[in-house]
């Protein structure tokens, strides 16, 4: 696997991709978004393919989730790779034992601008008075830290911890990136981003297109979100 293919692996395992082992000792990727981010989710399928990662099927495919919270039913895309032994060293690093997702203890070793880009696709929701927050949710506390620590040591991020309460009213940890030490990587990290997720760190919508299409409530986070601790 080249360098270029681990390092966007690496930022979306960080992100919604999940990673799975099989019991012949290889792994599998598969990579989900919702249907409105359509045009990110065929850009990731044409990049793995483009890079010769075996898929499991030729296009992506459409996934129903009914949420009777709400009486709705939710729609994705999702495609995977296939299951190849090339994929088992990052299996070895994201997952534990009973085959949870984890954050790998060495992430500052392997997490560079180009990964960082592709977890902000991924999971980065847009802060209007600049920034960026890491939906960090499924990780702990000690995760958390993790993520910290590699993002001021290869980038010299500043961030802080907020705390997100849920509906069920159990708090969890997102990650706020400062603006100022952001705005330091931008031009870096606008070349490893898809037109239609330029949002997420607040670029003008004329540097590449408009992406009014892309964004929801549920992406942008205002000042009355955030709770520092």
């Excluded at 506390?141 to 001021?152: K, Q």
């Excluded at 990650?175 to 037109?195: A, F, G, Q, R, W």
């Excluded at 299409?213 to 955030?226: P, Q």
Aim: glycine share 6%; aromatic share 10%.
């Amino acid at each position: 696997m080249n360098k270029p293919i681990f390092e966007f692996l690496v930022g979306n395992l960080l992100g919604d991709a999940s990673i799975k082992r099989t019991v012949t000792g290889k792994a599998y990727i598969t990579f989900e978004q919702s249907l409105k981010k359509s045009e990110y989710l065929n850009y990731l399928h044409e990049l793995v393919k483009s890079n010769g990662i075996p898929l499991n099927k030729e296009y992506p495919t459409v996934y129903s989730r009914q949420d009777d919270r709400f009486g709705v039913t939710n729609k994705s895309l999702y495609f995977r790779t296939e299951a190849l032994e090339e994929l088992k060293p990052l299996a070895d690093m994201f997952l534990d034992e009973s085959g949870k997702k984890i954050v790998p203890k060495n992430i500052s070793e392997v997490l560079t601008e180009r990964g960082l880009a592709h977890w902000i696709m991924d999971d980065g929701q847009r802060v209007k008075r600049g920034g960026v927050t890491l939906c960090t949710d499924s990780f702990n506390s000690e995760e958390v830290s993790t993520l910290r620590n590699a993002l001021n040591t290869n980038f010299n991020l500043v961030t802080t911890i907020h705390n997100k309460k849920s509906s069920s009213g159990s708090m969890y940890e997102r990650i706020y990136v400062n603006k100022d030490s952001l705005e330091l990587i931008k031009p870096t990290l606008s070349s490893h981003l898809h037109d239609s997720m330029l949002y997420k760190i607040n670029l003008d919508r004329d540097f590449k297109q408009d992406t009014e299409g892309f964004i929801s409530d549920s992406d942008i986070i205002t000042d009355i979100d955030i709770f520092d601790i």
